[in-house]
């Protein structure tokens, strides 16, 4: 029964979510934008230097990956905003007493965030092709990268709910939130090879889990090498699995 109840709170919010989605799309249009820059002004004014090696592939579609899985995490390390808006009006107290587990509050919050993310990306794809971009046109790879998308989204959702649990204002959970994106985007593969930083900075990419992410996508959607692919999709799973693990454990302290 407990199991039953469990999977039909992961499905109610899965279901929110889209309810939320089809009432206000401000939010996803509005967070487009700054991708969309990246890829018009950053993107095409870079492709112009020709020191930075990307394998033959124009530098606009090198990043395009790193974009997309940018605006994707920008929507999921943010999701734990509503968690902090829910404790303070007493929302989440209420949901709370549902006989769900912890673990299927968050994995369903974080599937949920998962959703949005990906309808966030579908927006920036179309933009990105008119951009110029060319990706490789087969539809498994595709949609193998977009699962990725949706995995590593549901793991930093996870990554925020835990944030969450810690913060007692939404003002302080923004100042963490835009702590932790812009370093993390910045110490991965998404703009340049790891083998252009520091050894510092390197190791920092190691354990970076949007590295593994960038590598999977980059490799599906643009370069087509897609060797190292099986063990990117790996270590997103381990970060998810543990990510969600100590999510869930932190949980109970929002309420407290």
């Known amino acids: ?7 039909r709170e992961m499905f109610a919010m899965i279901e929110l979510e889209m309810r939320r989605l089809r009432h206000d799309r401000t939010e996803i249009y509005t967070r487009a934008v700054q991708p969309i820059l990246w890829l018009a002004v950053y993107g095409t004014v870079m492709s112009h230097v020709r020191d930075i090696p990307t394998n033959g592939i124009p530098y606009i579609d090198y990043i395009t990956p790193g974009v997309l899985l940018q605006s994707t995490i920008f929507v999921s390390v943010f999701y734990g905003l509503t968690i902090v808006w829910e404790r303070e009006t007493g929302i989440l ?27 966030q990306a579908l927006i920036i794809f179309p933009v990105a092709i008119l951009l110029g971009v060319k990706f490789i046109p087969n539809p498994l790879y595709i949609l193998a990268a977009f699962l990725m998308l949706f995995m590593i989204s549901g793991g930093f959702a996870a990554l925020s709910i835990f944030v969450a649990s810690l913060m007692k204002t939404r003002e302080r959970f923004m100042g963490i939130g835009q702590a932790m994106i812009m370093p993390l985007f910045f110490a991965s593969n998404a703009l340049y090879p790891i083998s252009l930083m520091p050894p510092f900075l390197q190791s920092i990419a190691f354990v970076n889990p949007l590295t593994y992410a960038v590598d999977a996508v980059r490799g599906l959607m643009i370069s087509g090498n897609v060797a190292n692919v099986p063990a990117d999709f790996v270590a997103v799973i381990v970060f998810d699995i543990l990510i969600f693990t100590v999510a869930s454990i932190s949980f109970r302290k929002i309420i407290e």
């Open 1 to 7: 029964m407990a199991f039953n109840d469990s999977l």
């Open 93 to 119: 107290k209420r949901l709370l007493v549902a006989p769900a587990s912890r673990y299927a509050t968050v994995i369903g919050r974080a599937i949920a965030s998962g959703v949005r993310a990906v309808v």
